[in-house]
């Protein structure tokens, strides 16, 4: 059976997964993170990952929460009324479930590049609204693995969890050794063709060049900078997205679900 407790002080340990805004601290010094939502808790829980504690609204305990509850065995159930959680959290609870779980081992980045056939690779992404709809869009749109370049935000930080709507626990993920243009040549000698999107690229994302390869690679850049400039002049091929109207380019979640939606559609 569950412990459900209800909040009276704000100050207990067991609340310190919500109540710590430094997601860092969270990660290195517990090795967790927080879930937000009952549809995104779900999706971990259904991907495998274990929970340490729940805080619900307490009109959900045996509403749209109760499964949940059930599912996370006997964990410690925090539950307050809805002002009460905002003072913990700092901000109102839409959906009235957070679930701090434990993070897993990354997957080793020899396995990822031998089994996948389509990579994204997120090269200084720290936007974690930008990092969190890239892996909706990667999930959705049939890519095999996500690998992250340089200085990326974390994808399980709380926003984009949140963002991705739990589709960063549905594709293996993890971070390419080395720096710039080391990383490019870590997976050509993986056996991948790399595909650099960039504004000022000479290669459509619909050339028939790019059908050519079984095993791509397509790197995305950074909302402002896009991608380094080793980064793009090592990849096989410097590719763009035809820009109408005088627009130059899109954000780096649009152009990424571009790029997936396209390397799908070829290698069908």
């Known amino acids: 059976m569950p412990e459900i407790i209800e909040i009276r002080d704000l100050s207990a340990p067991g609340l310190f997964p919500y109540t ?45 929460a109760k499964d949940i509850a059930e599912r996370c065995g006997a ?91 739990g589709s960063v626990f549905l594709v293996p993920w993890t971070y390419l050794p080395g720096e710039s243009p080391e990383y490019v040549s870590y997976l050509k000698k993986a056996g991948c063709t790399c595909a650099a999107m960039t504004p000022h690229g000479d290669v459509r994302l619909d050339d028939p060049k790019l059908r050519e390869s079984s095993k791509t690679a397509v790197f995305i850049g950074t909302e402002d900078s896009g991608l380094k400039q080793p980064t793009i002049v090592s990849c096989d091929f410097a590719v763009t997205i035809p820009m109408s109207c005088g627009v130059d380019s899109l954000n780096a979640a649009a152009a990424s679900a571009v790029a997936f939606w396209e390397l799908t559609r070829i290698s069908e």
């Open 20 to 64: 710590d805004t430094a997601e860092l601290s969270l990660r290195n010094e517990h090795g967790l993170f927080v879930a937000e939502s009952p549809k995104v808790i779900r999706t971990a829980l259904d991907a495998g990952y274990e929970p340490v504690s729940l805080l619900i609204q307490k009109k959900y305990l045996n509403g749209q």
């Open 75 to 165: 964990v410690p159930i925090y539950t307050a009324e809805p002002e009460v959680l905002g003072k913990l959290t700092g901000y109102s609870l839409t959906q009235g479930v957070l679930c701090a779980m434990k993070r897993r081992p990354l997957p080793d980045i020899c396995e990822i590049t031998a089994n996948a056939k389509r990579i994204a690779v997120l090269e200084c992404i720290m936007n974690q609204t930008n990092m969190g709809a890239v892996f909706r869009s990667a999930a959705a749109l049939g890519m095999d693995a996500v690998l992250l370049a340089g200085a990326c935000s974390d994808p399980l930080f709380r926003r984009s969890v949140r963002v991705s709507m």
